[in-house]
């Protein structure tokens, strides 16, 4: 162990608790090819050491650990894999996002199970996190109206359930994998009223399409009540005050206020009523 905290370590461990080595370690020039071998040599055999070694009740990954077990590596990856083979199935996909909760005006599920009816019906995949509150409301619409319904869902402490409304499914540990999958197969991208969750992937996706690291997709935004606060916020602060974003990226999103308005929005901006 290093003195220095800040003096960087492999932070795989190997067979028999042995350091591997770190592609990033090499002390003269290497090219990109070796680089990646050397790469793909640590995960190898942490991907092989690890798939005997996960835990019947895993700890959470913490910050910045000293060392990463290499039975998490083979989890993310196993995560990874099993994810990218379900969501290969589906060709046509809308991933609907909201909380969990059954808090919202019964308005709300009512307006994602119709949402979802309706394009399921054109030939959507409807994906969800696969649990309660408006993620079983979109499954339901999808499910109801004879459609793929896929439930992506979170190992939680309260045991969150998967609903009854899927046709496929998969459990997640990791947030980051699940949100991945997510949005990887999607077309369009639906956000209902939510809390933390559903504004953390809101923000994120806003912020990978700002950035060009994955394709302007259509970004629907249901019930004006709820985020018109959320939009001014951005337009006054973010915008005007602080300058913390461009005029152009308040124009990657729709707000929309009812099924019908939120259904023509989706078939053209996909291009799918024109198909």
Known sequence: MHDDPFVEEPIVDAPKGEALASPHEAREVVTTQERHHAMGTVLTSAIEEGKHQVPAEPAPLVSRPNQLESWRIFKIMSEFVEGFDLIRKYALAASFFGSARETLDPSIYQAATDLSGKLAKAGFAVITGGSNGIMQA?????YEAGGASIGLNIRLSDN??????????MMFDHFFVRKVMLTFAS???????????????????????????????????YSKAYWEPLMEFFTK???????????????????????????EYIMSATGVGTR
Not at 237 to 263: G, W
């Open 138 to 142: 979109a499954n339901r619409g999808a």
């Open 237 to 263: 602060h973010l915008l005007e005050k602080y300058h913390a974003i461009d005029q152009a990226d308040m124009s990657l999103f729709r707000v929309v206020d009812s099924v019908d308005e939120a259904y």
């Open 187 to 221: 077309e369009v991208y639906i956000y209902f009223p939510g809390g933390f969750g559903t504004l953390d992937e809101f923000t994120e996706i806003l912020t990978l399409v700002q950035t060009k690291k994955i394709r302007p997709i259509p970004i629907v935004l």
């Open 160 to 169: 969150q359930p998967t609903n009854k409304f899927v046709t496929d499914q």
